[in-house]
T-cell receptor, first 113, second 116 residues
Framework: QQQVKQSPQSLIVQKGGISIINCAYE??????FPWYQQFPGKGPALLIA?????SEKKEGRFTISFNKSAKQFSLHIMDSQPGDSATYFC????????????FGTGTRLQVTL | NAGVTQTPKFQVLKTGQSMTLQCAQD?????MSWYRQDPGMGLRLIHY???????DQGEVPNGYNVSRSTTEDFPLRLLSAAPSQTSVYFC???????????????FGPGTRLTVL
């Protein structure tokens, strides 16, 4: 059972454009939604995270939009740069000592010149 | 701080062989976990630990064993390697998750395992 569904699988965006990656979840108990960025040959690294008490969180060029009623959240990368080319994973968890992250299947982003 | 370290970086095994993937962290994190990453399937949790002496199964535990004798180390053992275990394995650690904290999970650089 895939509890976090991510789309698209791959995305090509021109430099300066907006990259948008979407995720949907099923478990309404999830209360923590991070996005991880992974470069080839490296482990994933936390990019930005949101909790359901806010509808949007912005950190630099990266914004998470959260829709609790639709059980969806998305990552927006403004002014996309070639250095943003990476694989992005959304995830979700329930806060707690034994909290486990459930990851989406990933989106490979390529930003072209 | 070295963060999360994993050894080896690459490994080739024959079907039926056993081996241990090493993972260590120097951040005094209580929580450690092992994931496998396969194309189109994201990261799937194999086993996790909330502290020394405490481990539990994740989503895909079959064929793997773990133990946690110290806070720093969390090795993953493949008992009898199978081609289906060909994957990239990531170890991760974090502090106990709490409200208001960043709750960042730190990943190691990964081990690429091929089982022939």
């Amino acid at each position: 059972q895939q509890q976090v569904k991510q789309s698209p699988q791959s995305l090509i965006v021109q430099k300066g454009g907006i990259s948008i990656i979407n995720c949907a979840y099923e478990n309404t108990a999830f209360d923590y939604f991070p996005w991880y960025q992974q470069f080839p040959g490296k482990g994933p690294a936390l990019l930005i995270a949101i909790r359901p008490d806010v509808s949007e969180k912005k950190e630099g060029r990266f914004t998470i939009s959260f829709n609790k009623s639709a059980k969806q959240f998305s990552l927006h990368i403004m002014d996309s740069q070639p250095g943003d080319s990476a694989t992005y994973f959304c995830a979700a968890s329930i806060t707690g000592t034994a909290s486990k992250l459930t990851f989406g299947t990933g989106t490979r982003l390529q930003v072209t010149l | 701080n070295a963060g999360v370290t994993q050894t080896p970086k690459f490994q080739v095994l024959k079907t039926g062989q056993s081996m241990t993937l090493q993972c260590a962290q120097d951040m005094n994190h209580e929580y450690m976990s092992w994931y496998r990453q396969d194309p189109g399937m994201g990261l799937r949790l194999i086993h996790y630990s909330v502290g020394a002496g405490i481990t539990d199964q994740g989503e895909v535990p079959n064929g793997y064993n773990v133990s946690r004798s110290t806070t720093e180390d969390f090795p993953l053992r493949l008992l009898s390697a199978a081609p289906s275990q060909t994957s990239v394995y990531f170890c991760a650690s974090r502090e106990t998750q709490r409200e208001g904290r960043r709750n960042e999970q730190f990943f190691g650089p990964g081990t690429r395992l091929t089982v022939l």
